[in-house]
């Protein structure tokens, strides 16, 4: 998964469209075991219509892609799953259309939370990265492979795939969990904050401490028994200022 994703980085660099890895090819950078094939893209919101453009016309993909043909019947965009759908996704042709997809995610659905991805990230080797990104092939961010665990870090030395950094990472699920309390897709979210817990946080590669406050004391609360997730969800929410339903007032 880690070649393709490489060459589909590539193929919106070269455009300079900039990119962030996201979904299930995520997660198992950072360690956690997942067998959903799928490699997930962020890219700016104002760039969507032109990475489609980039990707369905690139003739350097390492596997060719086509549109998806089925719409909302395709399991990747069915509205009953219990995930957020992408604002576009593709298929490698000839394939069925439940094995590998290629998703792609607006910033501002995914990533709001940091600044915007501007064009210098399409060049993500020739400039220092700020420290809430790093390149896939970083060891000193992201997890060796271990038996049971996820992928970890990317082989390749010279990929030019940028992940969020794994409290980033973290960051970003809690406050999904809390944008989508009470929906379909909501589960998503905390499904995966439990994993950062469960294989994330051992490995050594996420320090806690750099969440902003309150989401660390929370995050730690929560972890360690004191407050159950739904608690957590309405805290995070009357931090951000979203509203929360009156049986949650006290």
């Known amino acids: 998964m880690e070649v393709l994703a490489d060459s ?8 300079q469209i900039p990119c962030v890895l996201w979904g299930h090819c995520l997660w198992s950078a950072h360690g956690v075991p997942t067998t959903v094939p799928s490699v997930d893209l962020v890219v700016p919101d104002s760039r969507i219509a032109g990475a489609r453009e980039a990707i369905t016309t690139s003739t350097n993909l390492t596997q060719p892609l086509v549109v998806c043909p089925d719409g909302a019947k395709c399991p990747w965009t069915n509205p009953r799953r219990q995930h957020p759908p992408p604002a576009f996704h593709l298929h490698i042709r000839g394939a069925t259309r439940e094995s590998t997809a290629v998703c ?14 501007g064009p210098g990230f399409a060049s993500p080797r020739a400039r220092p990265l700020p420290r809430y990104l790093a390149l896939a092939c970083d060891r000193t961010v992201l997890p060796p492979f271990e038996i049971g665990m996820g992928k970890g870090v990317f082989d390749s030395d010279q990929t030019v795939v940028l992940v969020p950094r794994s409290h980033i990472l973290l960051e970003a699920l809690m406050r999904i969990m809390a944008r989508d309390e009470g929906k379909r897709v909501g589960a998503y979210a905390v499904q995966h904050w439990a994993y950062m817990s469960l294989y994330v946080e051992p490995n050594g590669m996420l320090d806690v401490d750099l969440l902003p406050e309150p989401l660390g004391a929370l995050h730690k609360k929560c972890t360690a028994g004191n407050m159950s997730s739904g608690a957590m969800i309405v805290a995070i929410n009357r931090t951000l200022g979203i509203p929360v339903a009156p049986s949650d007032y006290r």
Not at 8 to 15: G, I, K, M, P, Q
Not at 104 to 117: A, C, D, G, K, N
Request: charged share 10%; hydrophobic share 65%; aromatic share 22%.
């Open 8 to 15: 589909l980085a590539r193929a919106l660099n070269a455009v």
């Open 104 to 117: 792609f995610f607006l910033q501002s659905e995914t990533l709001w939370f940091l600044p915007p991805f």
